[in-house]
């Protein structure tokens, strides 16, 4: 019995499909983060499994059983299912301590253990009116754990918080899942929160799960480019103009466009194919090259300085992929 089962998921709103058939399980303890560009349809998901959502088809197990969607129950939801929604709400003007005491039935111990995960245990005293975003966020994420569910949802928890609360909630979500044992799904736009943080990627086009797999998987096989455009910058070399990048025999990548992230293309003395560069662009750690090989225009990273516009260069690539 896997932990989480979601089956041949459909829901339809007013007329319009939000979901396409969507199916993946989850053991345990792994962590997975969605992806998609907006309105592709992961907060929906995240509903759906919480049962806020109904679906039109499939279902949702969790832990062996049905979650049932909100038009079977009156207030819908899960106990062991918690969702933190992009808009999560805090009573006005009660101080914070009085906002947990409502939700909590938990022991002194365990509280104390929950507040301090949540790093929160020195705003006992505020007012919810003099928190700042990430504070306010924190504390609702504390309220929700205090009926310690075993899957917590989080809706683009970093959207909106300047690097200082990001940073602290990256720990807080880090502690929640390794000191608390709860699992979470992680709904990120910004790749830096999903690669180095998740056990499992699904990528979510137009309602549909396109793409599954390991972090390393998503980032060097995307299955096409929306997936390669969402974890980075990459190449894209049209099948027509490809041909100074294909080895002569290769008749595997025909009719095929070529995909390469810029840190795979690399500058070499000799034997590389030859370009010119356009312009050279500095970001502090690196610099990104516009290099024109034939018709194509390539972005190059490279560590190396003191490239200027019509340098001639040679590139090879490695790690390409083809779509
Ligand atoms: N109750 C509803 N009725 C009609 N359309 C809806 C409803 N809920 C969501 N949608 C539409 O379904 C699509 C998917 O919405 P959803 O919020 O799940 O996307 P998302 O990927 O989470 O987007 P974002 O990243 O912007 O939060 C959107 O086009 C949205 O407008």
């Given at each position: 019995m896997a932990f989480l089962d979601v089956s041949g998921i459909n829901v339809v709103e007013e007329g319009i499909v939000i979901l396409k058939d969507i199916n993946f399980s989850m053991?345990?303890?792994?962590?997975?983060?969605?992806?998609?560009?907006?309105?592709?349809?992961?907060?929906?998901?995240?509903q759906t499994i919480a049962?806020?959502?109904?679906?039109?088809?499939?279902?949702?197990?969790?832990e062996g059983e049905r979650v049932i969607g909100p038009h079977?129950?009156?207030?819908?939801?899960?106990?062991?299912?918690?969702?933190?929604?992009?808009?999560?709400?805090?009573?006005q003007f009660l101080r914070v301590e009085q906002v947990l005491?409502?939700?909590?039935?938990?022991?002194a111990e365990e509280a104390r253990t929950l507040y301090e995960v949540c790093r929160i245990s020195h705003l006992a005293k505020r007012r919810t009116n003099q928190l700042s975003g990430g504070e306010r966020q924190r504390i609702a994420l504390a309220r929700l754990l205090s009926s310690w569910p075993s899957l917590l949802l989080l809706d683009e928890p970093y959207s909106n918080l300047d690097m200082g609360h990001k940073r602290i909630l990256k720990s807080v979500i880090h502690d929640i899942s390794d000191e608390l044992g709860i699992t979470c799904i992680l709904i990120s736009h910004d790749p830096h929160d999903t690669l180095s943080w998740a056990d499992e990627i699904l990528v979510i086009q137009d309602g549909k799960l396109i793409q599954q797999g390991n972090p390393q998987q998503i980032y060097k096989q995307p299955v096409?480019?929306?997936t390669a455009s969402l974890?980075?910058?990459?190449?894209?070399?049209?099948?027509?103009?490809?041909?100074a990048f294909i080895k002569p025999g290769d008749n595997k990548t025909k009719g095929k466009d070529l995909l390469v992230r810029p840190e795979n293309t690399t500058l070499v003395a000799s034997g590389g194919v030859p370009g010119v560069v356009m312009a050279a662009h500095y970001f502090g750690s690196h610099y990104e090259l516009d290099v024109q090989v034939e018709d194509v225009t390539l972005l190059v990273k490279t560590g190396k300085d003191g490239f200027k516009a019509g340098d001639a260069v040679q590139v090879k690539l490695s790690d390409v992929w083809w779509v």
């Open positions: 053991e345990e303890h792994r962590k997975i983060a969605l992806s998609g560009e907006t309105g592709s349809g992961k907060s929906t998901l995240l049962g806020l959502v109904q679906p039109s088809a499939g279902q949702v197990m969790f079977d129950k009156l207030v819908p939801g899960h106990p062991g299912i918690a969702y933190l929604s992009q808009q999560f709400e805090l009573p005491s409502y939700a909590n039935s938990l022991s096409n480019e929306y974890f980075g910058k990459y190449n894209a070399i049209p099948a027509d103009k490809s041909k």
